[in-house]
């Protein structure tokens, strides 16, 4: 069993920065798949990055402004998040992948933090 617990979230002005965190716990996960998905309200859970064995990946909505990394232990996931936008207002999920599929699918992630909320005030 994996526990993730994401941190860092909350109310942020346009153009403003936040970096979330998402501790890992439980079974090792240092060469997992780990990755951060968001939800907006009325919409569906979308992918925004994913670090796989130190390669990144991130949707086009994002790419450029937020950075994904994992702390040396591999055991902290990062998401730093520059230039934020009002679009950007969601709350943030990490996810950790234990056999991989499609990765910027959810349904390729075994295991789930419970959700940090963004919002991004005008």
């Known amino acids: 069993q994996v526990h993730l617990v994401e941190s860092g979230g909350g109310l942020v002005q346009v153009g403003g920065s936040l970096r979330l965190s998402c501790a890992a716990s439980?079974?090792?996960?240092?060469?997992?798949?780990m990755g951060w998905f968001r939800q907006a309200p009325g919409k569906d859970r979308e992918f925004v990055s994913y670090?796989?064995?130190?390669?990144?990946t991130y949707a086009a909505s994002v790419q450029g402004r937020f950075t994904i990394s994992k702390d040396n232990a591999k055991t902290t996931l990062y998401l730093q998040m520059n230039s934020l936008k009002p679009e950007d207002t969601a709350v943030y999920y990490c996810?950790?992948?234990?056999?991989?599929?499609?990765?910027?699918?959810?349904?390729?992630?075994?295991?789930w933090g419970q959700g940090t909320q963004v919002t991004v005030s005008l």
């Open positions: 439980g079974r090792t996960v240092s060469t997992w798949v």
């Open positions: 670090i796989n064995r130190g390669t990144t």
């Open positions: 996810a950790a992948a234990e056999t991989g599929g499609v990765l910027s699918w959810d349904n390729a992630y075994n295991y």
